[in-house]
């Protein structure tokens, strides 16, 4: 894979410009500055080259000239994934999607849509409002992030216990190959015969092809969505009540959790009307036709009451409703006004853990002196733990990242997963080696070879090669039996 | 109700230190699909039961021969179910062959199939070894979606042992109406209430009637059933429509016992063709003798016909066509896959099964 030997940064900026507009190449450091890292800004790395085609035909010479050099390739959207998958390498190219914003067509009578990687996922919702449809999955991000880095990453988002994540919303994708050949995943209808090869791209983070178009499936927007707030004193009851709207039959449109920092920051910021003096909060969306929201949203304020709720708020308005929710969709850079620094995670759980998981997490705190704040997609299990720090003080953000470590390892310790719907790229590379064996990454690293055999596709991303693993296992189980995490 | 996988994985070591190849069999229910079978039978129907069931989870785990039956009387008495409505067929139906078929019923356009409730997998590859993928919480997107892989590749990566799924709370209640009309009025109609936000669960048409199921809140099903004026059918009969085709048991679909048990010498059924397209589009020399289901986008035909022809119909319909049951099992039964896939698809194989020893050219001849 060693490439600059081959070609110089100047001959391959020269190749590039013969088939890519010279101001769609980039090589000046100035210039290349933005692309040195995605959403998860602590994993930088300045790319040799960044590259900005405008049509199928350059991304596939692109695709070409850097197979035929062994040069690594990374793709990237709107840059705003939180597991540095997009990082670049200082060996390589980015090639970035963003010039790819067409939507190509809404379909309303087949409720779908086909988009080019660059669209952004609120941009799709906003297209098919017209025909009363929208798109399902919505990452927090979804203002800015594209599809394509959806289907890469597998995005989830606040709806999807109801709505399913990317895989479940996408009908095919056209991809190119690592040596630039053009396939379609997948097609109109619902299902396709052999391998579902369309599965494996969906979450395979830019390491199997590069996607440059996606059909999805579009939603009739429900008639009507109303959220329920409920407050509890302890964290129990709060996850017990969701286990209880769960066993009533009822499957939420959202179901989310704060705890007690999470809603002091939140209501801080948002001014939401939450109980500030509450252990957990609970908003419990339900969306469907006028006569099942209301029936619903009877059972659900009944629950939360019998589950022992300190508080109950129903939204009687939208306008009361976007309320309510401003202060969860807040949560976030509403932390990050209590702290310098906050280190966002991504682990799931199966529900009845939580509050293990909450208290070992406390106790995680403690020892590493670190406050953490938790934002909960409760009705599917997937947690997001903010751990606040200060960069600027020394060896704080290590202290960090080994605690963020922790928290992963004791997600799959309780028979969860170290990542939800973040991702793994660089950041969680490690822990992979605690939620799989070495066989079962021999067996990833088998499937990225029969895909992409000389590797140049987003190396040293998302899997592990078994060198790295046995490091890791080497170096750190002193480390990581330090704090003895808890088996739940 | 055992574990049998360390005997499983013994057998698979001894076939590929003998170089035998395996046919995995669960309830040998779907004998009848994909091609026609080879190698030394590898009875896995042994190895079942469940493993964990948290209702409040909505997470299942199960052995791969555990029947489909066995698992639904679970779901049942926590009111819970699978929504992608598997097959049973007269229940020997395992789940391993489920996920291995991709066996989903009438509900799959609005709650999925079995691909899209699997969580995670373990399997045997061809090596021999155990492999965990997935897991038992709703989302997880570390490493590669080996588990939803395995659905439709028919066995050809490996011996499934245990299956973890999502499941869900059954809807409270659910009325079917009916409307008649042709075949091309009832694609446009289907494909008009799918848009609408009502609580839509199947769409079938056949035989110059359209069958609608509405499953949800009471008071959701009740205003709908209101709104939409059709025939409203008896909760008996329809329930029974609903069984026999999410079931394939309408005679339409009748399979000899000879060709169900995978015999193709002698096998002089009809040849039986499902089409998976677009939701919308139209194929005017076959639509009227179709059953039409998923809301247009899968549909079922009987008769003597040039596969290739079909695949040209089925393509240009956006879609992909497969002979489902009866006819030649020795020839391709798939969809014609074009040639830089069959390159992907045969190298994925090999990165699970390097000597080629599961279910060799059930999928496809080169495979």
């Given amino acids: 894979m060693s490439t600059t030997n081959k070609l110089s940064k100047d001959e391959l900026c020269q190749l590039f410009c013969e088939f890519i507009a010279p101001q769609n190449v980039i090589a000046d450091e100035e210039t290349l500055k933005p692309y040195e890292c995605d959403g998860l800004s602590m994993y930088c790395e300045m790319p040799l080259i960044v590259v900005l085609p405008e049509t199928v035909e350059q991304v596939q010479e692109v695709l070409r000239v850097c197979h035929r050099f062994g040069i690594p390739l990374v793709a990237r959207g709107a840059g705003t994934g939180l597991c540095a998958g997009a990082m670049p390498n200082a060996e390589g190219v980015v090639l970035s999607l963003a010039k790819f914003k067409n939507i190509l067509e809404v379909n309303p009578q087949t409720r779908t849509a086909r988009l080019q990687p660059g669209v952004r996922n609120l941009a799709i919702s906003e297209a098919a409002a017209e025909f009363g449809l929208y798109y399902g999955p919505d990452p927090s991000s979804q203002i800015a992030c594209t599809i394509g880095g959806n289907v890469a990453e597998n995005s989830g988002g606040v709806h999807c216990l109801k709505y399913g994540l990317t895989v479940h919303n996408v009908l095919s994708v056209e991809m190119l190959t690592v040596e630039g050949e053009r396939v379609t995943l997948g097609n109109d209808g619902l299902d396709s015969c052999g391998l579902d090869l369309l599965a494996l791209i969906n979450g395979s983070e830019g390491l199997l092809g590069v996607v440059t178009e996606i059909q999805v499936k579009l939603l009739p927007i429900p008639e009507k969505a109303r959220v329920v707030m409920a407050g509890f004193d302890n964290v129990q009851q709060a996850g017990d009540s969701v286990g209880g709207i769960i066993a009533s039959g009822i499957i939420p449109a959202g179901l989310e959790m704060m705890d007690s920092y999470a809603i002091s920051a939140a209501e801080d910021f948002a001014k939401a009307g939450y109980p500030k003096d509450a252990k957990a909060l609970l908003l419990c969306e339900v969306d469907g036709t006028a006569e099942e929201v209301q029936e619903h949203i009877e059972q659900v304020e009944k629950l939360f009451h019998s589950f022992g709720a300190t508080s109950v708020r129903t939204s009687q308005t939208e306008a009361e409703r976007a309320l309510l929710w401003k202060g969860r969709k807040s949560a976030f850079p509403a932390v990050g006004r209590i702290s310098p620094d906050y280190y966002c995670m991504d682990g799931t759980i199966p529900r009845g853990q939580l509050a293990h998981v909450l208290t070992e997490m406390q106790r995680l705190s403690d020892y590493y002196q670190l406050r953490v704040a938790n934002v909960f997609h409760a009705g599917d299990g997937n947690l997001h733990p903010l751990i606040l720090f200060d960069a600027n003080v020394p060896g704080e953000f290590d202290k960090t990242e080994e605690f963020g470590g922790k928290i992963l390892e004791l997600c799959v310790a309780v028979g969860g997963c170290i990542t939800g719907e973040h991702g793994v790229g660089i950041e969680k590379i490690r822990q992979m080696s605690v939620q799989f064996t070495e066989l079962e990454l021999l067996q990833f690293n088998a499937i990225k070879d029969a895909f992409d055999p000389v590797g140049t596709l987003n190396p040293g991303k998302g899997v592990p090669t078994l060198r790295r693993c046995q490091e890791y296992r080497s170096i750190e189980p002193k480390a990581r039996n330090k704090e003895g995490v808890a088996h739940g | ?367």
């Fill in chain 2, 1 to 367: 109700m055992a574990d049998l996988s360390a005997d499983i994985q013994q057998q698979v070591l001894a076939a590929r230190n003998d170089k035998q190849v395996l046919n995995i069999v669960g309830g040998a229910s779907k004998s009848f699909m994909g091609r026609e079978a080879v190698g030394e039978r590898l009875d896995v129907s042994g190895h079942s039961g469940i493993v964990n069931y948290q209702p409040v989870e909505l997470v299942l785990t199960a052995r791969a021969g555990t029947q489909l039956t066995e698992i639904e009387a679970a779901l049942a008495q926590n009111n819970q179910m699978l929504a992608f409505e598997p097959p049973r067929f007269s229940g020997v139906a395992t789940i391993g062959g489920t996920l291995a078929c991709n066996q989903s019923g009438p509900g799959r356009p609005w709650t999925g199939s079995v691909r899209d409730h699997v969580l995670g997998v373990r399997l045997i590859n061809g090596l021999g070894e155990h492999l965990r993928f997935g897991g038992q919480v709703m989302k997880n997107v570390a490493g590669y979606d080996v588990s939803r892989l395995q659905a439709g590749a028919m066995g050809s990566l490996g011996v499934i042992t245990e299956i973890s799924l999502k499941v869900l709370p059954k809807p409270a209640a659910r009325c079917t109406i009916v409307w008649d009309m042709g075949a091309q009025d009832a694609i446009n109609f289907m494909n008009q209430l799918a848009a609408r936000p009502k609580p839509l669960s199947a769409a079938c048409w056949l035989q110059g009637r359209l069958y609608v199921r509405l499953s949800g809140a009471f008071s959701a099903v009740e205003a709908t059933v209101k709104e939409w004026k059709g025939i409203e059918l008896e909760h008996r009969h329809a329930d029974e429509f609903w069984r026999q085709l999410g079931q394939q048991e309408l005679s339409f679909f009748e399979i000899s016992s000879s060709v169900r048990q995978g015999s193709s010498i002698g096998n002089v059924d009809m040849p039986l063709w499902r089409f998976s397209v677009n939701s919308a589009a139209s194929i005017p020399s076959l639509d009227e003798h179709c059953i039409i289901d998923w809301g247009g986008s899968q549909r079922w035909l009987r008769g003597e016909q040039d596969k290739l022809h079909m695949e040209s119909l089925a393509a240009s319909a956006g879609g992909q066509v497969c002979l489902y049951a009866g006819g030649d099992r020795r020839s391709e039964v798939m969809h014609t896959t074009p040639a830089v896939l069959q390159i992907i698809q045969k190298r994925i194989k090999a990165s699970f099964d390097p000597d080629g020893i599961f279910n060799p050219g059930r999928l496809y001849n080169w495979m």
